[in-house]
């Protein structure tokens, strides 16, 4: 029995782990973060040039100057408010790609969704993030 639960706990970790950024990633159902919560806190990264013109995870094109997000499981289209808590700004983005599971990360914003809420001179910065509408 103890050799079967710890293969079952093990699958399930594996099964956890993070996927690279261009993946689609569906473990997230309802309307709420898996945690149970719809308001989440930790921090935020960007990315820009090097993504500028290549595909996201669900196909379309990185558009970096637009208000888009990457999140590791929430689904595509969802719309969340991110606010800055350093300086109380935000945006709303809409969720169109994957990210890597970083420690304390929770979203990684597109350059002009991170300059509309004044990130860009930290790179990254501690942030609230509230879902809006559950994407499809």
Known sequence: MKIIVSVT???FLAACSSAPRFTK????????????????TGIASY????FHGR???NGETYDMHK???????LP????????????????TVRINDR?????????????GAAKQIG??????????VEILEAGN
């Open 119 to 128: 990130m860009i001179p930290d790179g990254i910065v501690e942030v609230r």
């Open 76 to 91: 595509f289209n969802t719309s969340v408010r991110v606010t800055n808590l350093k300086n109380n700004r935000s945006v």
């Open 99 to 111: 990210m890597p599971d970083f420690k304390n990360r929770v979203i990684d914003l597109s350059y």
């Open 9 to 11: 706990v093990l699958f």
């Open 55 to 57: 595909k996201t995870a």
């Open 67 to 73: 208000l888009t997000a990457a999140h590791r499981n």
């Open 47 to 50: 990315y820009a040039d090097e």
């Open 25 to 40: 990633d569906t473990e997230w159902t309802g309307t709420r973060y898996p945690t149970g919560a719809s308001v989440l």
